[in-house]
């Protein structure tokens, strides 16, 4: 079985914006939120779509997806976890308790506020996810990287051809991810940036996924004039 998880755990910040998480905020007509979720509920490939968010905002995010989807079962609505990887965890243990974890059982985890994901981004997310058990949605790096020690000065210069920059969906195995994840110490944990980092820090493979350059993550104000002109020329219904 295949499920989508939508990570909704912000509280916007960055955005500046102390009325709601930046994942309520409209572009177009619609909540940032409802755009992302309604990638996932066209997918017929998903068994359920699991959204998770703080508490404070599970009942308003249930009534959004009523408002913009109707009565449906195949989206529920859970709080999420003191951390991305905890909420992620929250997931798995709803799955479990409802389906069962199975070999096969796949979690699609993405970004509440990348909103622009394409079917064919999914797709690769489920196929790959299914071949290697790991993938990370990705683009490459187009500006040279540099690395600080101490945020000063440069201490190294890597090869822009290896250099990649990470988006979602990043699609994981669920038994081998809570397997992982619960073999890890309290430091493994601490610097842990994300779900591919538990498998690099096992020493697990990740299979890379093609990205797209405007499956952008809408962080800050620029953000949103980004988003609000790509939905005026289109590119929610085009790249579906």
């Known amino acids: 079985m295949v499920f989508g998880v939508i990570l909704a755990g912000g509280i916007g910040s960055r955005m500046g914006n102390a009325e709601k998480p930046k ?6 007509d619609k909540p940032i939120i409802v755009h992302t979720i309604e990638k996932f509920f066209v997918h ?9 968010c703080p508490k404070q905002w599970v009942e308003h995010t249930r009534n959004l997806v009523k408002q913009y989807m109707g009565e449906t079962d195949r989206v529920v609505v859970l709080e999420g976890g003191t951390t991305r990887n905890e909420t992620i965890m929250n997931s798995i243990r709803y799955v479990e308790e409802n389906y069962g974890l199975e070999d096969d059982t796949l979690l699609v985890t993405h970004d509440s506020v990348r909103p622009f994901l394409t079917h064919r981004i999914i797709e690769d997310n489920i196929k790959y996810g299914l071949q290697y058990g790991a993938v990370d949605t990705v683009i490459a790096a187009t500006d040279t990287i540099v690395a600080s020690e101490d945020g000063k000065v440069i201490t190294a210069v890597p090869d822009r051809s290896q250099m990649y920059q990470g988006q979602t969906p990043q699609t994981f195995n669920a038994k081998k991810l809570k397997e992982l994840y619960y073999s890890l110490t309290d430091e493994e944990k601490a610097i842990l940036t994300d ?8 020493g697990e493979k990740v299979h890379l996924v093609r990205g797209e350059v405007f499956n952008i993550k809408i962080t800050y104000p620029y953000d949103l004039r980004v988003a609000e002109s790509l939905i005026q020329n289109g590119e929610m219904e085009s790249e579906c």
């Open 44 to 52: 017929t490939g998903m068994e359920k779509i699991i959204v998770l």
């Open 195 to 202: 779900a591919s980092k538990i498998f690099v820090i096992k």
């Open 23 to 28: 994942q309520f905020i409209k572009i177009g």
